[in-house]
């Protein structure tokens, strides 16, 4: 039996070095007190999409290219369609983190700078052909004593912006996918309380669970499933606003090919996860649903990952090997090394062990497809710190230069 055990670390400014062609510039977001704002890619540089993509392969394949064959064939070489489509939801992804309010001074702090209509335009995204259709919020479930709310409010607010759902409207773009794309876009922590739930890593069972053959229920990590299921007097769940306007979407449009696409960093690629299960679970007419997460924890148990493999959810991982995030919480247990031991006290001895380590309620299991990168093999990386492997931007720029596990060294890059 083997064990891999770690624990998380905040994010924070990842450093890349500019080579002479422009890799990475300034936003061009007004939000100048966001971190995120700095050593930006110019998204600009990256479309247009349907430009780079076989338009007609692509319309035809695209349940494919949504992972129906769990992306066989596409991941290593890495196909330049399925990176177009990774990198476009990445930009969604980003454009969460550059309209959130970060300032703690602010009135404004933990909520959406931009309007619905106008935010894929502040950020770059005018000719996506998306239009928002709903701001989510989520809350947390811890509650602060009295007198720490008394020395700073910011470090109290238990509900905020946490990201949108868009949906495309755009004939051409709706032509090129092959259907109606719908997304479902989240950050990733910034707020106190959000760390503190972050650290709630004990599993914890799914209500209204199913129970599958071995008689192991489904169990999530105690502290997302409170960011998504808690509410308040005020606001709503992040769970009843998304099962709110995915019934809206799907009966609007019940008689068009349609799919449902969930993408996020960090903790919002563990929403993004949670939600996929609780629609899928919700609608029994849900269209396809799909899951592009990027530098994601650990969620679930055994359990979790065979209902989200039964409910036909497809599930990609892009994870950075030298992401420290992606590893936590809790520990993943190797089941195959305890069934080839030919030592039969060996495998009692496992077997006890394991049982053990299972009674601690953080066994979790490695969820989805992967596509893993490594930033060492990067040349643009100054250094390979645990800030830089888990920001947002380097993974982007890692899938961009990706070209196969065999090939030597990353493709150029002319264009970041």
């Known amino acids: 039996m083997r064990l891999r055990a770690a624990t998380i670390q905040p994010r924070s400014l990842s450093s890349i070095s500019k080579p002479n062609n422009p890799t990475f510039s300034p936003s061009e977001s007004n939000n100048t007190s966001s971190p995120f704002n700095k050593f930006l890619f110019s998204w600009s540089r990256f479309k247009p999409f349907s430009a780079k993509c076989n338009s007609l392969k692509f319309r035809k394949k695209w349940k494919q290219y949504q992972g129906i064959n769990n992306w066989e064939g596409l991941l290593d070489p890495l196909d330049d369609n399925l990176r177009s489509e990774i990198l476009r939801y990445g930009h969604f992804v980003d454009a969460a983190y550059r309209s959130f309010d970060f300032d703690p001074s602010s009135l404004t702090y933990a909520t959406c700078l931009y309007s619905k209509n106008s935010l894929l335009n502040r950020c770059g995204m005018t000719t996506y052909g998306y239009r928002l259709t709903k701001n989510l919020r989520t809350t947390c479930g811890i509650h602060m004593p009295a007198w720490i709310h008394d020395m700073s409010k910011f470090t109290c607010i238990r509900s905020s912006w946490i990201g949108y759902v868009a949906v495309c409207e755009h004939k051409k773009e709706i032509s090129r996918l092959g259907r109606r794309d719908v997304v479902i876009a989240f950050r990733g922590t910034t707020t106190c309380l959000e760390w503190l739930e972050n650290l709630r890593a004990t599993l914890t069972y799914l209500p209204g669970h199913v129970e599958v053959e071995d008689g192991v229920c489904p169990m999530v990590e105690q502290g997302f499933l409170s960011l998504y299921t808690s509410k308040t007097t005020i606001y709503q769940s992040l769970q009843e606003m998304i099962r709110e306007e995915i019934g809206r979407i799907i009966q609007t449009y019940t008689n068009e090919p349609l799919s449902l696409t969930l993408t996020g960093h960090s903790l919002g690629a563990a929403l993004a996860i949670l939600s996929a299960y609780d629609i899928t679970a919700t609608f029994k007419n849900a269209p396809m649903v799909t899951v592009v997460s990027f530098g994601g924890p650990r969620v679930g148990n055994e359990s979790f990952r ?111």
Request: glycine content about 4%.
């Open 306 to 416: 065979k209902q989200l493999e039964q409910s036909g959810i497809r599930i990609l991982r892009i994870v950075n090997s030298d992401d420290v995030v992606t590893k936590v919480p809790g520990f993943v247990v190797n089941n195959d090394d305890m069934a080839s031991s030919g030592d039969i006290h060996v495998g009692i001895l496992s077997a006890w062990l394991q049982r053990r380590v299972e009674d601690t309620q953080l066994v979790y299991a490695d969820i989805g497809q992967e596509l893993r990168l490594s930033s060492k093999e990067s040349p643009y990386l100054k250094k390979v710190d645990i800030a830089t492997c888990h920001d947002l931007k380097t993974y982007l720029h890692l899938v961009k230069s990706f070209v196969s596990s065999s090939c030597s060294s990353n493709r150029m890059d002319p264009v970041m």
